[in-house]
Each structure stands twice: as structure tokens, then as C-alpha cells.
């Protein structure tokens, strides 16, 4: 899996009923190989991905692809990461209230 492939999947995997009221965007700057930029959209019970940074984001999330998958998988503790400087989130209450939903935790 790449961080691509995860990031695109969100739709499919996240039940409209779970983000329904919902509304936030969040940017995802993932660098190194398999990297790219990317923005998740939440809102009207949809989750649309696009790639870049398309508009004002509630949460910037940048870490390297690697690192990104790793925490996907579950192989990396995302506390660890952020402490170590591997992952940097811009609104850590924003993103602790979507990571489940992303399967992230």
C-alpha cells in the first residue's frame, strides 16, 4: 500500500453515517518517494480527495510517505512520531478527531 492508495481508499472505508454533520479539510504533505500532496474534504456526508492543497485546512499533516504508511499500518505509534519530529500535525485536536474515523488509531 502506498500513501496514495490509502489516502484515496478513505472514501470507501469511512460510512457517511460516521461523518455525518461533519465538516473540516485537511492537508496532507507527505514527502519522499511515493510522496505528494493531497487534500481530504469532509462535508454533506462525503469525503472527496484531491490531489494538492486545495483550500483553508482545519489540520496540515507532513510527515515523509514512508513514515505515513508506516503509521497506517500500524507499525509506527503516532505519539512517538510526533515527539520525535517524524510527524508534525498542525491541529492535533482536529486530527485526534478524525484519526479513528481514518483508520489512523
Not at 54 to 62: E, F, L, T, Y
Amino acid at each position: 500500500m502506498t500513501s496514495k492508495e490509502f489516502i484515496y481508499g478513505l472514501p470507501a472505508k469511512v460510512p457517511a453515517k460516521a461523518i455525518e454533520g461533519l465538516e473540516t479539510t485537511f492537508h496532507f504533505d507527505l514527502d519522499g518517494e511515493n510522496g505528494g500532496q493531497y487534500t481530504i474534504a469532509i462535508a454533506d456526508q462525503k469525503i472527496e480527495v484531491t490531489d494538492g492543497l486545495n483550500g483553508a485546512p482545519s489540520c496540515v499533516v507532513k510527515t515523509s510517505a514512508e513514515n505515513f504508511v508506516n503509521l497506517a499500518k500500524g507499525d509506527l505509534n503516532p505519539m512517538m512520531a510526533m515527539l520525535t519530529g517524524k510527524l508534525k500535525i498542525s491541529n492535533q485536536g482536529e486530527m485526534l478527531k478524525y484519526a479513528k474515523l481514518f483508520g489512523l488509531m
